[in-house]
């Protein structure tokens, strides 16, 4: 067993040095760097930004070392957690991945929750009245949604979500609550537009169990 797992865990350091190598490789491969980027944005918005700014700005990020030099870096940097300030956010990055990770955990517990609540009285009541009317009428509900694509099903429900229930179908948050403070009124505004996603994904993971 410990072999096993000696094993496992390699196998999966090899990977992540290999996707973290990818990443960067992927990361480099558009001609100039995201300094030139931001530049050519600040120009298109009427500012301005001299060389020897560009210049400093490319030396705090690191952009003037060889690649192998920036790649050591950056990964030095993760491994002690630091994943650096999002330039365009302004944030640290953290923070940026923080809020999106616990939000997207949310949306799978909700989703997860669903699933349970429907599949489970379904699946009791098919196998205590199996060949009755509604065991069929299920079923035939089930081979429905393995025939239709997710991407299609998700537009139905946002669809009909936003025509017939009024549901904002536009994020998790109001705009005027998608940058506010953690408050009830946020967490109320948050479960208000919980379900739809939750019912696409809790949709998408019946399919993925039923195709296994």
């Not at 790649?71 to 330039?87: E, H, I, N, P, T």
């Not at 946002?158 to 408050?183: H, I, K, T």
């Amino acid at each position: 067993m410990l072999i096993y797992l000696s094993q496992r865990l390699g196998l999966a350091l090899v990977t992540c040095i290999c996707i973290s190598i990818l990443t960067f490789v992927i990361i480099r491969l558009p001609p100039g760097d995201f300094i030139d980027a931001y530049i050519a944005n600040l120009t298109a918005s009427g500012s301005s930004v001299s060389a020897e700014q560009a210049e400093a700005m490319r030396r705090d990020y690191g952009l003037d070392q060889p690649v192998v030099v920036q790649y050591a870096r950056w990964m030095g940097r993760v491994l002690q957690g630091d994943f650096g300030v999002s330039m365009v956010w302004r944030r640290p990055v953290t923070e940026v991945i923080g809020d999106r990770l616990w939000l997207t955990m949310v949306v799978s517990l909700a989703a997860l929750f669903l699933t349970w609540a429907i599949a489970l009285p379904i699946g009791i009541y098919s196998a205590v009245r199996q060949y009755s009317v509604a065991d069929y009428v299920f079923t035939t509900l089930g081979f429905i949604g393995l025939a239709v694509p997710n991407f299609l099903l998700a537009l139905i429900l946002m669809y009909l979500g936003f025509r017939y229930l009024g549901l904002n179908v536009g994020g998790l948050f109001s705009p005027d609550y998608v940058q506010a403070e953690w408050s009830w009124a946020r967490v109320w505004d948050l479960m208000k537009h919980l379900p739809l996603p939750a019912a696409v994904l809790a949709w998408i993971i019946r399919e993925a169990d039923s195709k296994r």
